[in-house]
């Protein structure tokens, strides 16, 4: 599946829609063991979920959102089919989950690009699923570091962290995700799959348990004054940057 929402892949609830609806699609393809996540938008991944769905919309906007957000998170995370993540820009915040969750990261060597849940430095808090999915590929110490301060690592550093697996040079991305996609496939699907459904299931069965309370949670949370001014702030940061 290749990304191809310009200019940097924002996940807005049409684009979270389409890419639910298309895993849903290749899950019930028994003829589709893997997927392999990349982007067509050069030099980004994905830049996350688009702050303009959070800003200044209804109440029902932000709940129709949310449930957007977990949908996808809950099919990929989910997923029986063996996931790669190829890395090949930027990748801060919902772009970094989508990486997350995936089974295995290969990102581009390239130390302008950086990967990492930096929603600390929007003013906003990471929910528990994200938490715990960053938990599960770093551990707990690098994870509440990196939550605390809202890092996002350079590749280079993203690789020493384990937050990425590995680095190939951008040439060599996608050759490398499909020599990793063959690796991962020579096994069978049952035992693997199963042993996936092993490592993630009480992660999962968490957000399904809570799933109407995290949506009440970010309507009350991303409908403070205080957290609209940050996001508005936040995208004036990235625009004055711009220019
Ligand atoms: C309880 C709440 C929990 C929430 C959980 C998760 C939160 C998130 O995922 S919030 C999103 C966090 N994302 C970021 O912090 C990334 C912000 N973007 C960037 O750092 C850069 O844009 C990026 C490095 C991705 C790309 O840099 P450039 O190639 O230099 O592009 P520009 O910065 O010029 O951006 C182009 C254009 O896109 C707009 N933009 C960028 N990111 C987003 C976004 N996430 N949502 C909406 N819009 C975004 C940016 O403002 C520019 O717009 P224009 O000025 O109108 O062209």
Not at 201 to 208: C, E, G, I, P, S
Not at 218 to 231: A, D, G, N, R
């Amino acid at each position: 599946m290749k990304f191809k929402s310009p200019p940097v892949n924002s996940l807005s609830l049409e684009f979270l829609t389409e890419f639910s609806i298309g895993l849903e699609k290749l899950e019930n393809n028994r003829a589709c063991r893997g997927v392999i996540i990349t982007s067509a938008v050069p030099k980004i991944f994905s830049s996350g979920l688009d702050i303009t769905e959070m800003c200044g919309k209804s109440v029902e906007h932000y709940g129709e959102f949310w449930r957007a957000v977990q949908e996808m998170w809950l099919r990929l995370y989910g997923s029986n089919m063996v996931t790669v993540a190829a890395v090949n820009g930027s990748s801060p915040a919902g772009g970094c989950l989508i990486a997350l969750s995936c089974d295995y990261r290969i990102m581009a060597e390239n130390p302008k690009f950086s990967i990492g849940l930096n929603e600390a430095q929007l003013g906003i808090v990471a929910p528990f699923w994200f938490k715990d999915t960053f938990v599960n590929v770093v551990g707990h110490r690098i994870a509440e570091r990196s939550l605390q301060l809202g890092s996002l690592h350079p590749a280079p550093e993203a690789q020493r962290l384990g937050l990425v697996d590995e680095l190939v040079p951008e040439e060599k991305l996608m050759e490398k995700a499909a020599a990793v996609m063959a690796q991962w496939l020579a096994l069978p699907d049952h035992a693997r799959q199963l042993t996936k459904t092993m490592m993630r299931k009480a992660v999962l069965d968490r957000l399904v348990a809570h799933r109407e309370e995290d949506i009440k949670n970010f309507i009350t949370f991303v409908s403070k004054e205080s957290i609209q001014k940050s996001l508005r702030m936040y995208m004036e940061m990235l625009k004055k940057r711009k220019s």
